[in-house]
Each structure stands twice: as structure tokens, then as C-alpha cells.
């Protein structure tokens, strides 16, 4: 499946008072890219739909969290 | 930075003296889906979203102040000339207590505006989804100012500003469809 991250890198000014943070990153979560759920999506199992929140993985959105340096934890 | 051309968007003629009609336009003057609302919303947002959706909340955000005129030119224009007698019957009497033919940003039921009308997210997609809603509710504002006046000339420029609302819908959606978009490889300094 393709990436729920996006990056952008922002405008910097030789005049900012803070050291610039180059990158940023927002998430785009699957379901901006389903318009209508397809009948038939493979399925988690039982105990994984549990853990994962949702029955298809189609829908799963991971979120680690940022590090306190503003990057994406892996 | 802000050029001001001293005329206003689009022209606007109210014909019929209806006060009371100035007590529902302010909804769209400080309501929670008001120009006012929608300016500020829009043109704060801009600082914490993506570069290439920056200059279209520009132009929106200032758009909404070209509506904020229209509407405020139309509330003006329908209680300048009515006499106290005639604004208690429009069931503005708490208005001229408070603020005399001044406008005030409020809403129809006359609760003064508030920031809390607005939301900044930070989160591009929740706060661009926060703008197309705002746009559904200020079209649908627009339709029950419509069904509220028999005006042609008022109806006029109400139906021009409720079909702003669905440009700067569609306009909003295509800006998430541009964040959506894969970009090359993440990078990481």
C-alpha cells in the first residue's frame, strides 16, 4: 500500500529566529482514497481486526507519533 | 499586504424596506458561518499549511471580506432609515438598545461572535475538511436567507454570494486532492 505520509518543506527565511525545521509531514489516511467501500475487501482475522481497531486492512491507519525533533517515528 | 478597491464585489440593490430582513442577514455577518467567520479562518490557517495551498486561502480568506461588505452594505441599507417604532417590530429593539443602527458582528439570535467559531487544527486535511464544511453551511445559510424575502434585487446578490460558496467549495476539495498526490521520496535532513 502506498505511504499515509506526506512531506512538505516549507518556506525558510534567512531572517528566522529559530534554527528551521526543513521538513513537515501531515498524514493522509486511507480513507480520503476510498469514496465508497467496495463489497469483498480482504479481511484481518478476529483477534487482528480487534488489535488493528477495524476488520480491513484497506482502512488500517497506523500513527507512531512524531519524536520530539518534529520527524515521523518509524 | 491588502490592495482595497473601494467598490464592492458585486453590486448590491435592496428594494423593498423590510427591517426585519436585517435581523436574519447578520447571521451571515457573525454567525458562526459568516464572512467574518470564514476570513479569519482561512487566512490564519495559512501559516501551518503546505506551501502550494497557501495562496488559495489567500484569495479565498480575502474574498470572504469582499462578501463581508456585501452583506454588512445590505443590513445598512435595510435599517438606516427605520425608525425606532419600526426596528422594535423587526424585532431589532435589543439591537438599537445595545448599538443604536450600528452594525454589530452577531448572529440572528444575537450572540456576539466568537473565535470559537473558528478551528485551526494544524492538521492540513482536518483543517481544509473544516473549510468545505464551512462552505456547505454558509450555501445552506444562504438558501434560507432566499426562502426568507421576496426581494428580486436582495435575492439577487444573496444568490451570487451562495454560489461563491460553491466554487470556493470545490476549490477546497481539489486543494486536498493536491495534498493527497504522492510526492518523491521522503527526505530527511
Known sequence: ?74 | MWIYEKKLQYPVRVSKCDPRMAKFLIEQYGGADGELAAALRYLNQRYSIPDKVIGLLTDIGTEEFAHLEMIATMVYKLTKDATVEQLEEAGLGAHYANHDRALFYNNAAGVPWTAAYIQAKGDPIADLYEDIAAEEKARATYQWLIDMTDDPDLKDGLKFLREREIVHSLRFREAVELLKEEQERKKFF
Open chain 1, 1 to 74: 500500500m502506498h505511504s499515509q505520509t506526506r512531506v512538505y518543506y516549507p518556506y525558510v527565511s534567512p531572517f528566522d529566529p529559530c534554527p528551521p525545521m526543513r521538513v513537515k509531514t501531515y498524514v493522509v489516511p486511507p480513507n480520503l482514497f476510498i469514496q465508497f467501500q467496495p463489497p469483498g475487501l480482504p479481511q484481518f482475522s478476529a483477534p487482528e481486526a480487534l488489535r488493528h481497531g477495524v476488520l480491513w486492512p484497506a482502512l488500517y491507519s497506523p500513527y507512531e507519533g512524531r519524536d520530539r525533533k518534529g520527524r515521523e517515528r518509524k
